[in-house]
């Protein structure tokens, strides 16, 4: 009977203090962070800006596959003609090429993946803060980003948000 004691005051701080909540309006908006991130001009600027960057590694890397294929056709076109050492050159060269382009291609994708995540996490900041400046404008009292199953249109503050990334 102890033990329920405080579980039970704990029960009737919480309720008085709903009741007291749900009596002076609480004011509550959510953000689509995701359409924020679809659709929002820094994104897109951020997206046109890390492709420029990685665009000659990109382009060195298809020059790669290329030169490779070109090997590996002329093995399996040429192959039956070649001479013995002529032919195992060809097929080291080959297993050389190929192991050094799935790393470079594996690096890539590692390097490609740090630049968007730092990219990413200087936009969710922003974003935070405009959704911050937003919710103050608005008078919101909370702002939820994900988690929301159902809402009414009119607390989804996403096309005020997007608007003021637009203005930046």
Do not use: C, H
Request: charged residues 35%.
């Amino acid at each position: 009977m102890m033990k329920k004691m405080p579980l039970l005051a704990v029960l009737a701080v919480f309720l008085v203090s709903l009741s007291g909540a749900a009596s002076s309006a609480t004011k509550i908006a959510y953000v689509e962070v995701g359409k924020v991130l679809q659709e929002s001009p820094q994104v897109k600027a951020v997206k046109e800006k890390i492709r420029k960057e990685f665009a000659k590694r990109d382009d060195q890397l298809v020059a790669e596959q290329k030169k490779l294929k070109k090997l590996k056709e002329k093995l399996s076109r040429d192959g039956n003609i070649m001479g013995e050492a002529e032919r195992k050159r060809l097929e080291r060269d080959i297993i050389a090429r190929t192991r050094k382009l799935k790393n470079a291609q594996s690096e890539f994708q590692e390097d490609l993946a740090l630049r968007q995540n730092e990219e990413l996490g200087k936009l969710r900041k922003m974003i935070a803060e405009v959704i911050v400046k937003v919710a103050k404008k608005g008078g919101y009292d909370m702002v939820l980003e994900s988690g929301v199953v159902w809402a009414n249109d009119k607390v989804n503050i996403t096309p005020q948000v997007l608007k003021e990334l637009k203005n930046r």
